[in-house]
């Protein structure tokens, strides 16, 4: 397995409060962040503009997606461009269908001719995969991010869906697959390995990063430890 140092994918987080954003942003294995109107009301955030923008004044040097939450085309395009306007790093995160189940293809076409970047969130399949991919301008930034952990939350193997979509996306040069929604630090070398070009982790799994490469014999004795120490805490007898 090799090491943090050595994977070629880019790992942004995911995450909506500010004291998180600054620590893992000021970290060097973090290239970029996202967020979302789930994380922010679970935050507390109140003012979606405002946090936004004090969010891009703290990482004023790296990609950070923000997201739309009208439900209609055009309120959708109509917040985009809003949201672009805040920054020049900002990917608009556009979801893949609205809440009715109406592609919103259209929508990431018109933003990605005019040269505004964006990120289509949400995907799940790779018919939807094929059915963004289709209207991407092949010169403006984009990102496809597919949740591979929400799939894998089915039953489902997400393997052959993430590497379909790497392959579909290769004449995109400025097109990026993205690995959404991991459930374990396993993930992250998952994803390098098939060619994944970013993937996205909470503050839960990116504290994790420090136990790649520990020695698992002194793991188990660790764990070992842990086991003792608590049931003498906790007074147990037999």
């Not at 799940?124 to 010169?139: H, S």
């Amino acid at each position: 397995m090799p090491s943090i140092d050595q994977l070629r994918i880019k790992v942004f987080a995911d995450a909506a409060d500010l004291a998180s954003i600054r620590a893992w942003c000021q970290n060097p294995w973090i290239k970029g962040l996202t967020t979302n109107p789930t994380l922010m009301r679970k935050a507390g955030v109140l003012d979606y503009e405002a946090f936004c923008r004090t969010v891009l004044e703290e990482v004023p040097h790296m990609p950070v997606s923000i997201e739309v939450f009208a439900d209609d085309m055009e309120g959708m395009e109509h917040q985009g461009r809003k949201i672009a306007s805040w920054g020049v790093n900002v990917f608009v995160k556009v979801p893949v269908t609205n809440s009715k189940g109406e592609s919103t293809a259209s929508v990431v076409g018109r933003l990605t001719k005019d040269g505004i970047a964006v990120n289509v969130t949400a995907v799940m399949t790779f018919d939807q995969v094929e059915t963004i991919r289709a209207v991407l301008d092949p010169g403006t930034a984009a990102v496809v991010s597919v949740f591979a952990g929400r799939i894998a939350d089915t039953g489902v193997d997400p393997l052959p869906i993430m590497k379909a979509s790497v392959e579909a996306l290769r004449d995109l040069p400025l097109t990026e697959l993205l690995w959404a929604s991991p459930r374990e630090l396993l993930n992250l070398f998952q994803a390098d390995e098939i060619g994944t070009h970013i993937i996205t982790a909470t503050p839960d799994i990116l504290a994790k990063m420090t136990l790649v490469g520990k020695d698992l014999t002194g793991y188990s004795l660790e764990t070992v430890r842990m086991f003792y120490d608590d049931a003498v805490t906790a007074g147990y007898t037999l």
